[in-house]
């Protein structure tokens, strides 16, 4: 790795299926150490070289050059380098709706927070990448989620691991396709359930104990985000993002949008305008 450290967080993660969060590599310190703490999003290392302990539910684990491990947003944890051998590693921190069902394919699970990388070559190189693009503009955004995807397509392939055979998981994953691909039109949690598969109770069961929040209360929540990424384009009317998002009611939109982010459409607009 070049240098000691590079860390970059990402401002523009507002949705989509997958989003980086933040990114980096550092080759730590003897002392160096993070947590106990909770994330709000997902974040894998991969440990190229050294040693350090990854604690996770009371748990320690010894890690090496190989190891991956991952922190699950919500979940208590903290890790510390070897103080003879200390770690050297590169992160890539994510959310999304897409987010879940790729680590769970990917191999990890609550029971199986620590994997093994059988092309740790790969492995880093594909992290670093993500790295090596990091950025805020738009086009930085979608290199940095491209190189995600590739990131975790060559974890799975490494551990086979696939959702066949967890119903659960596939209700939920179909319902977050539709909404991902449907959300500007007029949709409604009656044609989810149904694309899904499943009732609308058993769709409001699946999302509460997925998200902790209602079909509904997620669907809003993600043509909101939706929104912020058209209102950055101070070219675009209040009404225009509304309609481009599902929301026949600028009006409506507004509410919803104040409910959500704490500020009207109009201020979250001219925010980002100066924020260029």
């Not at 890690?63 to 590693?89: C, K, M, N, R």
């Not at 594909?126 to 975790?152: C, H, K, P, W």
């Amino acid at each position: 790795m070049n240098g000691q450290r590079y860390s970059f967080k990402n401002t523009l993660k507002e949705n989509a299926g997958l989003s980086v969060y933040n990114t980096g590599y550092e080759k730590c310190d003897s002392n160096h150490s993070w947590g106990p703490a909770l994330r709000d999003h997902y974040l894998i290392h991969f440990v190229s070289a050294g040693r350090g302990v990854y604690v996770y539910e009371n748990q320690e684990h010894a890690l090496q050059a190989g190891d991956l491990f991952l922190i699950t947003p919500g979940e208590l944890a903290s890790y510390h380098a070897d103080p003879v051998d200390p770690w050297e590693y590169c992160w890539v921190g994510f959310n999304g709706t897409d987010a879940r069902r790729l680590v769970t394919m990917a191999g990890f699970s609550p029971d199986t927070p620590i994997l093994h990388s059988t092309d740790p070559e790969q492995t880093s190189r594909l992290l670093l990448t993500i790295a090596e693009v990091s950025g805020n503009s738009a086009a930085d955004d979608a290199q940095m989620v491209g190189r995600l995807y590739m990131f975790l397509s060559h974890l799975i392939r490494l551990n086979g691991q696939k959702t066949v055979g967890n119903p659960h998981q596939e209700y939920v994953a179909a319902a977050l396709r539709f909404i991902q691909y449907n959300y500007a039109g007029d949709i409604g949690i009656s044609d989810i359930a149904r694309y899904a598969g499943i009732s609308r109770s058993q769709l409001y069961r699946a999302f509460l104990e997925d998200f902790g929040i209602s079909p509904h209360a997620y669907l809003q929540r993600y043509r909101i985000n939706e929104a912020c990424s058209l209102l950055r384009n101070p070219g675009y009317s209040i009404a225009e993002v509304a309609g481009s998002v599902g929301f026949n009611d600028p009006l409506y939109f507004s509410r919803v949008f104040k409910s959500i982010k704490q500020c009207p459409p109009s201020a979250y607009q001219r925010g980002s305008k100066k924020g260029k």
